[in-house]
């Protein structure tokens, strides 16, 4: 099955940085591959996704790039606030259901 | 919408007691997943339906849980009997061309 290793865990960075999360995923099938938002007591929130088709996508201060031959893709926060702390998942699927294999997540903190 | 809404926020029972968790999912989406978030194994896919029929379940830990779909809004995880190494934050969530969309959760406590 699908395995998905994200990093780094832990990320601090001052306000009006930028922050990139890094993640890698092992069955070439996969093709689409989202990014969650998880905020403390809420369930994780899609911020941004990207497909086999593509190579980067933006939306504001956030980017994800994907590179398919080394079978890795990244989150890219510029700009960033301190309502952008949280923690991120990674993702990968394939096939038609799309579930979807996390990564373990990445803590970000913004520091003020 | 309203989004996926999962019901109780939070469960708190004794070991052994049957608990059953439940979703009502976006309206329109025809896949329902159930995850199980922890420390130390992060989020797993429990099972997931695909217009209410059960399409993988090798993700269930143990005979001891089951998942319903009776219709395409509503759908219950049930956990029977309940140990203390279930407590954990499960998750239902909704899809519709792709788009995974999670509700809010339920924290569940065994004692």
């Known amino acids: 099955g699908e395995n998905v290793e994200q990093h780094p865990s832990t990320l601090s960075v001052q306000e009006g940085d930028s922050a990139v999360i890094k993640c890698t995923y092992s069955?070439?099938?996969?093709?689409?591959f989202p990014w969650y938002k998880q905020e403390l007591g809420k369930g994780p929130q899609l911020i941004i996704d990207?497909?086999?088709?593509?190579g980067e996508k933006k939306d504001q201060r956030i980017a994800v790039t994907l590179n398919k031959t080394a079978k890795h893709f990244s989150l890219h926060i510029t700009e960033t606030q301190p309502e952008d702390s949280a923690v991120y998942f990674c993702?990968?699927?394939?096939?038609?259901?799309?579930?979807?294999?996390f990564g373990s997540g990445t803590q970000l903190t913004v520091l003020p | 919408d309203a989004g996926v809404i999962q019901s109780p926020r939070h469960e708190v029972t004794e070991m052994g007691q049957e608990v059953t968790l439940r979703c009502k999912p976006i309206?329109?989406?025809?896949?329902l997943f159930w995850y199980r978030q922890t420390m130390m194994r992060g989020l797993e896919l429990l099972i997931y339906?695909?217009?209410?029929?059960?399409?993988?379940d090798s993700g269930m830990p143990e005979d001891r849980f089951s998942a319903k779909m009776p219709n395409a809004s509503f759908s219950t995880l049930k956990i029977q009997p309940s140990e203390p190494r279930d407590s954990a934050v499960y998750f239902c969530?909704?899809?519709?061309?792709?788009?995974?969309?999670f509700g809010q959760g339920t924290r569940l406590t065994v004692v």
């Open positions: 969530a909704s899809s519709f061309g792709g788009l995974a969309f």
């Open positions: 069955d070439s099938a996969s093709n689409y």
């Open positions: 990207i497909r086999s088709n593509v």
């Open positions: 993702a990968a699927s394939s096939g038609s259901a799309r579930q979807l294999t």
């Open positions: 309206s329109g989406h025809d896949y």
């Open positions: 339906f695909n217009n209410n029929v059960p399409i993988d």
